[in-house]
């Protein structure tokens, strides 16, 4: 069954440190892939996608993501976080074949000043 | 341009009692999505939709029904509420182009007492 892993729970970090979340998932098809992220209180927003291509994909906000195919992962990375960046992170995979998009979990990430 | 409507925002049921929720969407998109958020679990697909008149289970159908009598619109049922049903709940809607995303609804907040 098509499933997606992010091994991060909760992250602390502070402000200026680097942020690595990581996605593996389980299907072997052709898939696309999404980090979405969760401000308190809001519904998702697109970070960022990948759909074919130069499998390092660059989103809003300074984020970037290597879509890795012989790992099936999408690892999330920001060189230098922010405070505004505390949020709930989603990574989440469609497959062609059955079209069901699915999330993980999500890494709640917080940042101090 | 409304995107991922919504409603009700906010719901209290008491144990056995029915509702229903609309979600309605103005890109024209084929696929669309319902969804759970409980915290630590992500969101979870409970039924989701590629098309007018279709319907498909997901993760968590049990306990749901769902409906896509119009493009439009992808309604959740639930026919007998139950406290562990209490959540929030997603809708999304996502195009079957290149290059697309899933956009979001606000959410649902529904408690069974």
């Known amino acids: 069954a098509q499933s997606v892993s992010q091994h991060n729970h909760h992250v602390i970090l502070s402000e200026a440190a680097s942020l690595e979340l990581g996605c593996n998932y389980s299907y072997g098809g052709t898939v696309n892939l999404f980090w979405y992220v969760q401000y308190p209180g809001q519904h998702l927003q697109l970070l960022l996608k990948y759909f074919s291509g130069d499998p390092l994909v660059k989103g809003i906000k300074g984020f970037e993501a290597e879509f890795i195919k012989s790992k099936f992962s999408f690892n999330l990375r920001k060189p230098s976080v922010q405070w505004s960046d505390t949020a709930e992170y989603f990574c989440?995979?469609?497959?062609?074949?059955?079209?069901?998009?699915?999330f993980g979990t999500g890494t709640r990430l917080q940042v101090f000043p | 341009n409304a995107g991922v409507t919504q409603t009700p925002k906010f719901r209290v049921l008491k144990t056995g009692q029915s509702m229903t929720l609309l979600c309605a969407q103005d890109?024209?998109?084929?696929?669309m999505y319902w969804y759970r958020q409980d915290p630590g679990m992500g969101l979870r697909l409970i039924h989701y939709?590629?098309?007018?008149?279709?319907?498909a289970k997901g993760e968590v159908p049990d306990g749901y029904n769902v409906s896509r009598l119009k493009k439009q619109n992808f309604l959740l049922g639930l026919e007998s509420a139950a406290p562990s049903q209490t959540s929030v709940y997603f809708c999304a809607s996502y195009g079957d182009g290149t290059n697309t995303e899933a956009f979001f609804g606000q959410g649902t907040r529904l408690t069974v007492v």
């Open positions: 989440a995979v469609i497959s062609y074949n059955t079209d069901k998009l699915i």
């Open positions: 939709s590629v098309g007018e008149g279709t319907t």
């Open positions: 890109m024209n998109h084929e696929y």
